[in-house]
């Protein structure tokens, strides 16, 4: 119901609902009364209706007035003997009906009343908590909205730092990377200058310029994937969740990284598990943590005495988990900071930026694994990282 109707308005003031209650029944005398309307000898309908009118808009107390003022007009003017206040033993029970009626429809009236006003002010209430809901629920599909945007911002972010990392660690074997792709060359050429020969002689060999031409060709292939590596791990992209091949990616790091090793004297050693399971994930982020992880053990052996060993190795666990760890015989980890290595912008190297090992944690875990570091018996450290297989990976 609208509230422009007249049954809904609001209640008026205690003195103004006894007005109405006196009002309407001097109204339903009155109209009684009229000889044109000839209602002398059915006044009672009236009565009844100034009783409820009064009971609706005053409530009980002007609806008992009512019902008293009624009930003495009633008694007064069409209750013989009329004009006297004590009607006769007979009409007595009549009163009596009329008093207990006006009674009851003047309570339900109120009732109702009250019930409307009730179903009112909820009505109101509720439009209210709907505004508010709907004002919530704006406010929440903005915050998403944002949460979303800013998630997405960070993701970037995180891509663009790992990717950065990358860079600079990769900027840091400039040397070696140098002198990775210029051993094929150099084998290339020196196998082309014996092709060459073999077949300027007076009776060429072609047999053997075959096999020159061939190693020639091994050997540019061999330049063009240390080159295509390394574009890989700087280039700009998105990450590619694919099947990767753990023990294949150990491979290439260490053919990208064996001169540094070679350089420093530090001996590498594989231990791949031949059962190993893939995994899902990116495989240019998970070659960022190999490489990081054996740059960092290549980093602490370069000035240590004695043997240098780099070992590598990859497991199957009981729980169907890749396991894989890089460890050296290097300084090892300085015991005060063994729990700070992982937090970003920590580092022991004069020229570190601190965010080598945080990069490879997250991308780890991002993976759904653990990178977790250990000394190494009798001198160096020990860094594990476990991945899903692929089937826990997929789940």
Not at 57 to 78: D, E, I, K, Q, R
Not at 117 to 139: G, H
Request: hydrophobic share 45%; net charge positive.
């Amino acid at each position: 119901m609208r509230r422009s109707n007249p049954l809904l308005w609001v209640k008026p003031p205690g003195i103004w609902g006894y007005g109405i209650a006196v009002f309407s029944v001097v109204a339903a005398l009155t109209v009684s009364r009229l000889p044109a309307i000839h209602l002398q000898d059915a006044p009672v309908s009236l009565f009844l209706c100034a009783v409820i009118l009064s009971a609706w808009f005053g409530g009980v107390g002007p609806g008992l007035v009512a019902t008293v003022l009624s009930a003495l007009a009633f008694n007064y003017y069409f209750l013989p003997p009329i004009h006297s206040l004590g009607p006769k033993p007979d009409e007595i029970p009549r009163l009596v009906i009329f008093v207990v009626s006006a009674l009851f429809v003047g309570s339900l009236s109120a009732a109702q009343r009250r019930a409307m006003e009730s179903l009112r002010r909820t009505r109101d209430d509720l439009k209210v908590t709907v505004q508010k809901l709907q004002s919530a629920n704006t406010a929440l599909q903005a915050e998403s909205r944002e949460r979303k945007s800013a998630e997405e911002a960070r993701r970037e972010a995180r891509a663009e730092l790992a990717r950065v990392s990358r860079v600079t660690t990769m900027g840091e074997l400039t040397a070696s990377l140098a002198h990775e792709v210029n051993q094929p060359i150099a084998a290339a050429l020196t196998n082309a200058n014996t092709c060459l020969r073999w077949l300027t002689r007076d009776h060429p060999d072609l047999e053997e310029a075959r096999e020159a031409a061939s190693r020639i060709v091994k050997d540019a292939t061999r330049a063009a994937g240390i080159i295509s590596r390394v574009r890989l791990l700087f280039k700009k992209s998105s990450p590619q969740w694919d099947l990767v091949d753990v023990n294949e990616a150990i491979r290439e790091m260490i053919a990208l990284l064996h001169s540094e090793a070679a350089r420093y004297n530090i001996t590498v050693r594989m231990e791949l598990a031949a059962d190993l399971p893939r995994t899902t994930g990116d495989r240019v982020q998970l070659q960022q943590v190999l490489m990081n992880l054996i740059a960092n053990s290549i980093d602490a052996m370069k000035e240590v005495d004695g043997a240098r060993v780099l070992a590598v190795k990859s497991q199957r666990t009981e729980k169907e988990e890749v396991l894989v760890s890089v460890t050296d015989t290097g300084i090892g980890l300085p015991p005060q900071q063994a729990d700070q290595i992982f937090n970003a912008f920590f580092t022991t190297k004069p020229h570190g930026t601190g965010m080598g090992l945080r990069i490879s944690r997250s991308i780890v875990e991002s993976h759904g694994g653990h990178l977790w570091a250990a000394d190494n018996s009798p001198r160096g450290t020990s860094f594990w990282f476990s991945l899903p297989a692929e089937a826990e990976a997929k789940e």
